[in-house]
């Protein structure tokens, strides 16, 4: 079993809610109100038997891949070109049709290392926001190539890197109805970099409230502590390094054109420091892999950040590390509430004894729930999401989809 703790300022920015009569209400209370999956009696992880630390959790989510629900996302795909010549692919669901004329309440997500819209960690929230009752529209978008999609250009992406975000949500605000509430929500890597615009943006953003999942928040830190445990230096890191580089192979040659990096010394490299240094840092114009880190951090970022930020991270995550966690610029900033639990791994937080399911879609559901009905404007928006009426969606789904599965 594992409490969920809160973190945040004594005195957390109030919110205006539009659809309450204008009601104001302080975010951290907003959030104990809406979010009985982080606040109160409720607020209870309780991880799988046999998943019952990091290592195990971040395990099994590595190899994870079923559709937790009985629904399924199906995307529909669009190129967004890039001032530099580059694209992104962004994924729409349930589609793209008449976003420029419904404002229907949208959720951009961004991916992990090396991932895309097909991740399980991605769908399983999906599968539930973009269907009843809910209703919500979501896009991925899916870093340079990234989720099979081609690099076109020698440029790629880092956890720094947060131009192509910025465009895309530039995008978004210009496409989408002006009233359309958009959230953002990222995930590991994507989490990163998601914080970090925020707080190089300030108010500056269409976003009108975003999460981080599992962010590893200071990059120095966290590959420190790679380095100095034994599963780190002999599982993770190699591991992550691998991924790279089978993700990169089918990019090399466009890659190379750039005249930075050496394929052959990226295809050499065995652990994940080593990755940084022979194609990261070289890609981004820094001197080593260090610099990278420094930069790239999004600890550095997340007191400058200006619109409402929930952070869940579990404790015993062995890659984004909690030692890791900025805490006291998460106190000292009113616009930040960071969520924790003892257990749960790198983007796991596995229950049930049988066919497990992912614990953080309640949470993650309850707030961006929250937050959508606080903005949504809309004058047939449907019946108000109760907690109740989320958390019982949410074990509908999953108990009929592993029914299914059982059977």
């Given amino acids: ?23 104001t209400v302080l975010f951290s209370d907003y959030i104990a109100e809406t979010c009985p999956s982080l606040v109160g009696p409720k607020a209870v992880y309780h991880p799988t038997t046999y998943l019952f630390n990091g290592h195990l959790q971040t395990g099994y989510a590595a190899y994870y891949n079923h559709a937790p629900t009985v629904n399924e996302v199906v995307y529909e795909r669009e190129l967004l070109d890039m001032p530099d010549g580059g694209t992104v692919a962004l994924d729409w669901a349930p589609t793209s049709k008449n976003i420029d004329k419904e404002n229907t309440p949208t959720l951009l997500v961004l991916h992990g290392l090396t991932g895309g819209s097909h991740e399980s960690y991605i769908r399983a929230l999906l599968e539930v926001l973009v269907y009843p009752p809910f209703n919500y529209r979501a896009v991925v978008m899916n870093c340079r190539g990234c989720a099979n999609s081609d690099l076109i250009t020698p440029q790629t992406y880092s956890g720094g890197y947060t131009q192509d975000l910025k465009f895309v949500l530039s995008y978004l605000s210009k496409t989408l109805p002006t009233e359309t509430p958009l959230i953002g929500i990222g995930y590991s890597l994507g989490s990163n970099i998601l914080v970090k615009y925020l707080g190089e943006e300030g108010s500056n953003t269409p976003l009108k409230a975003a999460i981080s999942v599992a962010n590893p928040f200071d990059f120095t830190r966290s590959m420190e502590h790679l380095n100095e445990t034994f599963l780190g230096r002999n599982v993770y890191s190699p591991a992550m390094a691998t991924n790279l580089k089978n993700a990169f192979t089918r990019h090399l040659s466009m890659m190379a054109q750039g005249g930075k990096i050496d394929p052959e010394e990226i295809m050499a490299c065995k652990t994940l420091r080593e990755f940084d240094e022979a194609c990261t840092s070289k890609m981004f114009d820094f001197k080593n892999a260090k610099a990278y880190y420094h930069d790239a951090s999004s600890s550095r970022f997340i007191d400058r950040v200006k619109i409402p930020l929930l952070c869940l991270n579990a404790l015993d995550d062995p890659i984004a590390y909690g030692e890791a966690i900025p805490y006291a610029e998460i106190k000292s900033n009113p616009n930040v509430v960071l969520a ?23 949470p993650l559901s309850e707030f961006i729930a929250a937050m959508f009905q606080a903005f949504d404007t809309r004058q047939n928006k449907g019946a108000d999401l109760t907690s109740s009426t989320i958390d019982d969606a949410v074990d509908e789904l999953q108990h009929r989809r592993t029914e299914e599965q059982t059977a």
Avoid: A
């Fill in 340 to 362: 924790t639990t003892d257990l749960g791994g790198h983007i796991g937080w596995f229950e049930h004894l049988q066919r497990p399911t992912r614990w953080m879609i309640k």
């Fill in 1 to 23: 079993m594992s409490q969920v703790k809160l973190f945040h300022h004594p005195d957390t920015v109030p919110l205006t809610l539009v659809n309450e009569g204008n009601r």
